[in-house]
């Protein structure tokens, strides 16, 4: 037996000693240090390369507006419901408010340091920070759906006038035929009475 080593059992040593065993921590730990300085250098030459925003926010152009029921719509002369419509759409589609408030979104994230932070930032911490273009972002949402709707209600009447027009040119061609169907039959019975 005493030539036969006894196995202790556990995975096998990689070093022979405690100092070899130190030695190769410590080398480890300065590989790790070196390439964790590599990132930071690569991250801060990013951040040199990126081209500095300035963020002033576009201005979002506001214009008056009626809020008008589909009542009063119902009620108005169909020229200036067809002028009102051009109007509201021309103003509507000219530079979409949703568009330009979604630009300064991006613009305030570019030039805020959450795209430029090598370091961690949290969800709550972003938000803080963009809060104030989130809350001009959703009254312009808020405005503009209010403004296609009535738009909608605008071209829908305009569209049902249309309708009855054509109901009424119907009406107004059937009852000529109808006249002229009742002067046919008036003549055949002149000329059966004859």
Do not use: C
Request: glycine fraction near 2%; proline fraction near 3%; charge should be positive.
């Amino acid at each position: 037996m005493s030539e036969k080593k006894k196995n202790k059992g556990g995975r096998p040593r990689i070093h022979e000693t405690g100092a070899d065993r130190s030695r190769a921590y410590y080398e480890r730990k300065k590989a790790k240090m070196k390439e964790l300085e590599g990132k930071v250098k690569k991250l801060q030459a990013k951040t040199q390369d990126m081209p500095e925003i300035s963020f002033e926010p576009e201005e979002v152009e506001r214009f008056d507006w009626q809020k008008i029921t589909p009542g009063e719509i119902s009620l108005m002369d169909i020229q200036r419901l067809k002028q009102m419509t051009k109007t509201f759409r021309e103003k509507i589609t000219e530079k979409p408010a949703i568009k330009i408030e979604l630009q300064n979104l991006i613009r305030f994230a570019f030039n805020s340091d959450l795209l430029k932070s090598s370091e961690e930032i949290t969800v709550e911490a972003a938000l803080k920070l963009i809060d104030p273009v989130l809350d001009s972002f959703t009254e312009t949402i808020q405005e503009s759906t209010q403004q296609q709707t009535l738009l909608y209600l605008m071209e829908a009447e305009l569209a049902n006038r249309e309708r009855l027009q054509i109901r009424d040119y119907k009406l107004e061609v059937l009852q000529s035929k109808v006249e002229e169907l009742k002067k046919e039959r008036k003549e055949e019975i002149k000329l059966k009475q004859k």
